[in-house]
């Protein structure tokens, strides 16, 4: 199995900046991607960032310029640097990957627990 483990979230005010982690363990064979998401309370879990294994970046345009997402394939880590953030970036922050463990055949959806980010003055 893959297990996803974040850290880096807090209360941070408007304009600051926060860095999150997420590390991936376990008899891993193949990531494929590797992204956040974020939900907000009453809203849909939402895409912030994803990068694929060869390196590409997406990101929807609320956060295009202002949060950046970056992969250690060693560490099978993924890091989202958050800067300028806003008061509606205030959500629980999900761990993402589709990774393929040693002993199945296919590749399958993880989901870490969730760190909260909160922006508030």
């Known amino acids: 199995q893959v297990q996803l483990v974040e850290s880096g979230g807090g209360l941070v005010q408007p304009g600051g900046s926060l860095r999150l982690s997420c590390a991936a363990s376990?008899?891993?064979?193949?990531?494929?991607?590797m992204a956040w998401y974020r939900q907000a309370p009453g809203k849909q879990r939402e895409l912030v960032a994803r990068?694929?294994?060869?390196?590409?970046?997406d990101y929807p345009d609320s956060v295009k310029g202002r949060f950046t997402i970056s992969r250690d394939n060693a560490k099978n880590t993924v890091y989202l640097q958050m800067n300028s953030l806003k008061p509606e970036d205030t959500a629980v922050y999900y761990c993402?990957?589709?990774?393929?463990?040693?002993?199945?055949?296919?590749?399958?959806?993880?989901w870490g627990q969730g760190t909260q980010v909160t922006v508030s003055s």
């Open positions: 376990g008899s891993i064979s193949s990531i494929r991607t």
């Open positions: 993402n990957t589709v990774a393929k463990p040693d002993d199945r055949l296919l590749f399958d959806t993880y």
């Open positions: 990068i694929i294994s060869g390196g590409s970046t």
